[in-house]
């Protein structure tokens, strides 16, 4: 069984399509979309289990990290795995370092 993490990701302005057209070439990346409004990206990683799923997410994310503002990453559960982490600081990153802030929501 295969399992999936949805992406949701506010683009920086006048990068959207540059964003869509690198995270096309992803592998893994099983669906895209660019949205109205935030999110502007939502797309769909798949791998056959949860390892490989996290090394294809932190590579599409890495791909696009200097265009996009923030993500929140939305982990399916197939019912017999253990949930991965449901702490929001897990699923919600904000790039506030590239801002000058310091991240302090751990």
């Not at 797309?43 to 993500?71: D, H, K, P, W, Y």
């Not at 253990?82 to 590239?98: E, F, G, I």
């Amino acid at each position: 069984m295969s399992t999936k993490v949805y992406v949701l990701s506010d683009v920086i302005d006048g990068k959207c399509d540059q964003t869509a057209g690198i995270l096309r070439s992803r592998p893994g990346l099983v669906t895209m979309d660019v949205v109205e409004g935030s999110p502007h990206i939502v797309f769909v990683v798949e791998a056959a289990e949860r390892q490989s799923l996290s090394e294809l997410t932190i590579s599409a994310l890495a791909s696009v990290e200097s265009m996009t503002e923030g993500v929140k990453l939305l982990p399916t559960w197939d019912g017999d795995s253990t949930l991965v982490n449901s702490d929001p600081a897990y699923t919600n990153r904000t790039n506030k370092a590239r801002s000058g802030a310091v991240a302090e929501d751990r």
